[in-house]
């Protein structure tokens, strides 16, 4: 009987051991888990986090100067779709582009507006000279933005156009 005792007794022992290490291994655990989501945030709050405007270091001479040399609004003109054979291919080619123009000023929107045959046909006459090679190798694209811009803008008498958008390009 006094074996039975000792061995109750130590059985209780065991288990108030193994309750104050599973308490130690929780208080461990929510410890690290503490440290790891803090450092996490430090880490995002200094390295990803956007800076406020106020804070970015510009001066505020250096802040009015951008927002003098930035425009105020983006004024788009959007055109037609062009449909055009392409050069070649006996005509089973075909391209068609629909093309959004951004200028600086009303005054050139109104005068692109009164202009517009006469723009369609320059761009018109100017797609239609293109090959599916011209269009459809590297730098192709960017090669034809580049001409239609030089072209509108030689046709346009108060100024010229920023830059154009292709906002459908589709050739088959």
Known sequence: ?????????????????????????????????????????????????????????????????????????????EMKPFIVNLLGNQGKRYLKAKIDIEVDDEAIKKELGKRNSELRDAILFLLAGKSFDDISRPGGKIELRTQLVERINGILDQGGIRTLYFTEFVVQ
């Open 1 to 77: 009987m006094a074996e039975e005792e000792k061995i109750s007794v130590e059985d209780d022992v065991s288990q108030e051991e193994s309750k104050g290490s599973s308490k130690k291994m929780i208080i461990i655990i929510v410890v690290a888990l503490l440290l790891l989501g803090g450092g996490g945030f430090a880490g995002w709050k200094f390295f990803l986090a956007e800076k406020p405007s106020g804070d970015s270091g510009e001066s505020v001479e250096e802040a009015q100067e951008s927002e003098e040399k930035a425009p105020l609004v983006r004024i788009m003109c």
